[in-house]
């Protein structure tokens, strides 16, 4: 059984910034790929950022030069640095995690965090 929880949404001005969490436990002997997804409404679920075990980070063409992935390894967390947000941020962010478990491999989603920006 893994749980992924995610922390740090919120209401903010444009221009603003927000720092999401996201926190994986249960029985995990590592994580490989964490990443951060967001849907707004009426919109499907887009990639926000990606980040591997070894530090290598991917990001949506929207986000770049505004939002930072991070991870620490040895607390199964990811962070999400959101800086200069805009009102199109808006949306529901959700952390997915790729877990090597003693059975098998598995991708597992959090709740999500409502992120929304004011103009």
């Known amino acids: 059984q893994v749980r992924v929880v995610e922390s740090g949404g919120g209401l903010v001005q444009a221009g603003g910034s927000l720092r999401l969490s996201c926190t994986a436990s249960?029985?995990?002997?590592?994580?490989?790929?964490m990443g951060w997804y967001r849907q707004a409404p009426g919109k499907q679920r887009e990639l926000v950022a990606t980040?591997?075990?070894?530090?290598?980070?991917n990001y949506a063409n929207s986000v770049k030069g505004r939002f930072a992935i991070s991870r620490d390894n040895a607390k199964n967390t990811v962070y999400l640095q959101m800086n200069s947000l805009k009102p199109e941020d808006t949306a529901v962010y959700s952390c997915?995690?790729?877990?090597?478990?003693?059975?098998?491999?598995?991708?597992?989603w959090g709740q999500g965090t409502q992120v929304t920006v004011s103009s």
């Open positions: 997915n995690t790729v877990a090597v478990l003693p059975s098998g491999v598995f991708g597992y």
């Open positions: 249960g029985s995990i002997v590592r994580i490989t790929t």
């Open positions: 980040i591997t075990s070894g530090g290598i980070t």
